[in-house]
C-alpha cells in the first residue's frame, strides 16, 4: 500500500514538473499567397502560425483592417517538442492599395498585426 502512495506521489510530481517546464514560445507567422499576387486575379491569401506554446491562439485575415468573413482555418497540431502550429486562408482577389494582413493575438497577449508584403 505505502509503494501505491509513493508511486501516485512521484508521479505527481514529475506531471507537476512537466508541465511548469514548458517554455512559452511566440508564434512565428508567415503571410503570403498560394500564387504571386496579380491584382484583379483570384488567389489565396493564407496565414501560417508555428512554433508557439501554449496552444491558446486566435488568427483573422484582414483587409484594409477589417476582418475578413468566412475564412478557412485548419486543425491545430504539435510537433515533437509540443509547439503547435495552425493556418487560415480565404480566396481572395487582390486590389492594389489594399493592405491585407493576419492578426495574432498569443496567449491572450496584446494582438500582433502581419502585413502581406507585395512585390
Sequence with gaps: MRSSAFLCCAVAVLLAVTLT?????????????????????????????????????????????????DCKQSDLSFEQDWTYHIMVHTEFVPKEGVV????????????????????
Design 21 to 69: 517546464g514548458a517554455v512559452k514560445k511566440a508564434p512565428t507567422v508567415n503571410v503570403y499567397t498560394r500564387n504571386p499576387v496579380e491584382f484583379g486575379k483570384s488567389n489565396e491569401l493564407i496565414c501560417h502560425c508555428s512554433g508557439f506554446h501554449p496552444p491558446r491562439l486566435t488568427m483573422s485575415l484582414k483587409e484594409d483592417n477589417k476582418k475578413i468573413e
Design 100 to 119: 491585407y494582413a493576419c492578426e495574432v493575438t498569443h496567449d491572450e497577449e496584446k494582438p500582433h498585426l502581419h502585413k502581406l508584403e507585395i512585390f
